[in-house]
C-alpha cells in the first residue's frame, strides 16, 4: 500500500510560479512510475507530466512544455512539479499518482496506468 500526499497548491497570479510537492509513504520510490494529473472544473482528468522508472525519460503535455518540470528526490520519496508562468487556464486539482505495475512504466501518459493516487492540491490562478 503506497500513500500520496500532494501539498504546495494555493491562490496565485497569473505569471508566478508554483511547486508542488507529492510524498509518498511505503514502497521504494525509484521503482515507482510518477504521474501528475490535473481536474479543471467541469473537466476530465488530463496528463500533465510524468516520470519513468529507475531513471527513466521524463514526458509532459504540450500544453506545459518549457513551462512545467517534473522532479524527483527517490531518496526522499518525493516527487516535484515546478509550475513556471503560470497561466489561467492552469487552473484546476492537481494529482499525483503511482504506479507499480510493468505496463505503468509502458504507458505513462494514461491515468489508467497508475494505482495509487494522491488527494489533490488546488491550484488557483487569477488575473
Known amino acids: 500500500q503506497v500513500q500520496l500526499v500532494e501539498s504546495g497548491g494555493g491562490l496565485v497570479q497569473a505569471g508566478v510560479s508554483l511547486t508542488l510537492s507529492c510524498a509518498a509513504s511505503?514502497?521504494?520510490?525509484?521503482?515507482?512510475?510518477v504521474g501528475w494529473f490535473r481536474q479543471a472544473p467541469g473537466e476530465e482528468r488530463e496528463f500533465v507530466a510524468a516520470?519513468?522508472?529507475?531513471?527513466?525519460?521524463?514526458y509532459y503535455a504540450d500544453f506545459v512544455k518549457g513551462r512545467f518540470t517534473l522532479s524527483r528526490d527517490n531518496a526522499k520519496k518525493t516527487a516535484y512539479l515546478q509550475m513556471n508562468s503560470l497561466k489561467l487556464a492552469d487552473t484546476a486539482v492537481y494529482y499525483c499518482?503511482?504506479?507499480?505495475?510493468?505496463?505503468?512504466?509502458?504507458?505513462?501518459?494514461?491515468?489508467?496506468?497508475?494505482?495509487?493516487w494522491g488527494q489533490g492540491t488546488q491550484v488557483i490562478v487569477s488575473s
Open positions: 499518482a503511482v504506479g507499480l505495475r510493468g505496463d505503468s512504466n509502458s504507458y505513462p501518459t494514461l491515468s489508467a496506468s497508475y494505482d495509487y
Open positions: 511505503g514502497g521504494t520510490f525509484s521503482n515507482y512510475v
Open positions: 516520470s519513468k522508472r529507475n531513471g527513466g525519460s521524463t
